[in-house]
């Protein structure tokens, strides 16, 4: 195989056995096989590994051969956020329904091979679908016509997730109320902007002034969409992408995935369908039959607004960064091109 040919990095592959080693999930006979960066990663670097198992291995497979994802934190990464806060929500999620990878490991320190901390997890079978690539839409929009089993998977996990106890919940995330969320993003926006936008300042003040009733909080994904999923065989096979999670209001994630971004809208619309999954209001009565929390249509817009925003602020941090010349990430820079789009949301759903 081709990816056998790829030099294993001595000190990378150092450092992830001795971190799975401290967790018990390696034993002094592990070999990494194979470690290399995975494509994509904003705020996180991902790495492909596998790694043999002598003592575990069985009949038929008698190395133990495991394949593992090392998700780290570089130095320089597009958003501030907790890695080990990340690392503790997966591991809450390991004892609950929806289907998240199994954790082997972390490693707290900023100075390891991996350009700062890191942790270790399964690597699960599946390929996370892109919205932006027509063909993507269209296998999503066939599953609608059909099983609908993709559609189900995400709204059920999404209630499950709603659904994990608040007591565990609150210790493993941070809690941050409506208020503390729009801070947020209105503090980042306000660091990292290179121009005024009256748009975008009138947004806040908007979405202030309709402040919902307060519900129990929960646990909130926070970037909850299909393209961080896995789909195996029809089917969400895993939920990843964890580090904007919080102890929050969970309709924070119903209006998030509710952007037409996220159906697949960049420069041109994309999917009429929700998220490019499912029709808005099937998936909404759904929701509010598994979870037991009424959907209202208007709380959801202003949710919605809120996540464009957080959008915005995210963007505008990566435009910042390349015009600071503190990355050579031209990706960066492509944020400005979402920029309009979102923009021109904001002003649909302030109804103007």
Known sequence: MAAEAIAVDAAKAAALLETMRAAGAAESGSVVTYLEQLEGGWSRHSYAARVTHPDRGGAGDPDGE????????????????????EFRVF??????????????????????PFDGPFFVMDRLGGRAPNVWRRPERDELAADWASSRGIAHDLVAHLAAIHAID?????????????????????????????????????????????????????????????????????RVSGILDWELCSFGDPRFDLGYMALDYHAGKFTTPGSSLLNAVAERDWFHERYALLSGRPVDPEVVRTFTALGALMLFAIMT????????????????????????????????????
């Open 166 to 234: 608040a007591g565990r919940a609150a210790a493993a995330a941070t809690a941050r109320d409506f208020q503390r969320t729009v801070d947020r993003w209105q503090d980042v926006y306000e660091q990292m902007k290179l121009v005024r936008d009256p748009v975008v300042d009138e947004a806040y003040a908007w979405v202030r002034s309709r402040e919902p009733d307060p519900v129990a909080p929960c646990l909130v994904h926070g970037d909850y969409r299909i393209g961080n999923c896995l789909i195996d065989g029809g």
């Open 66 to 85: 495991r394949a593992y994802i090392v998700r780290a934190r570089p130095r320089g990464s597009l958003l501030d956020t907790d890695l080990g806060e």
């Open 91 to 112: 591991s809450l999620l390991q004892r609950e329904s929806p289907p998240t990878p199994a954790v082997r490991g972390f490693e707290p320190s900023e100075q390891t």
């Open 317 to 352: 941090t990566g435009i910042r960064v390349y015009a600071d010349a503190r990355t050579r990430d031209v990706r960066m820079a492509w944020g400005r091109f979402v920029l309009p789009g979102l923009r021109q949301d904001l002003t649909a759903l302030m109804g103007w």
